[in-house]
Nanobody, 122 residues
Framework: QVQLVESGGGLMQAGGSLRLSCAASGRTFSSYAMAWFRQAPGKEREFVAGISGSGSTTYYADSVKGRFTISRDNAKNTVYLQMNSLKREDTAVYYC???????????????WGQGTQVTVSS
């Protein structure tokens, strides 16, 4: 099993930046593809970004491409989401997820964190 804990959320004005972190327990972190999802009130949970186990491959939703960067430090069992040029529509609860071997752009991940709130004001 993999336990995931997100941190780094908070309140930021539009145009600002935040970095989210997701700390994972376990001994095989590098075997797992990681992803960030978000869910705004009244909306479906949506894929934001994903990264392969080695960090060599990344995918982004069109809505965040060019603004957000996903990265990982396997020595620290941590994945990050650097969010720049934040917009009001980025406001959501952000979730970290893990899946063995492959990146998925859907919610079919077996392991999830508890979520961290990101609020962007104008």
């Amino acid at each position: 099993q993999v336990q995931l804990v997100e941190s780094g959320g908070g309140l930021m004005q539009a145009g600002g930046s935040l970095r989210l972190s997701c700390a994972a327990s376990g001994r095989t972190f590098s075997s797992y593809a990681m992803a960030w999802f978000r869910q705004a009130p009244g909306k479906e949970r949506e894929f934001v970004a994903g990264i392969s186990g080695s960090g060599s491959t990344t995918y982004y939703a069109d809505s965040v491409k060019g603004r957000f960067t996903i990265s990982r430090d396997n020595a620290k069992n941590t994945v990050y989401l650097q969010m720049n040029s934040l917009k009001r529509e980025d406001t959501a609860v952000y979730y970290c997820a893990a899946n063995y071997a492959v990146i998925l752009a859907t919610t079919h991940y077996p392991y999830w964190g508890q979520g961290t709130q990101v609020t962007v004001s104008s």
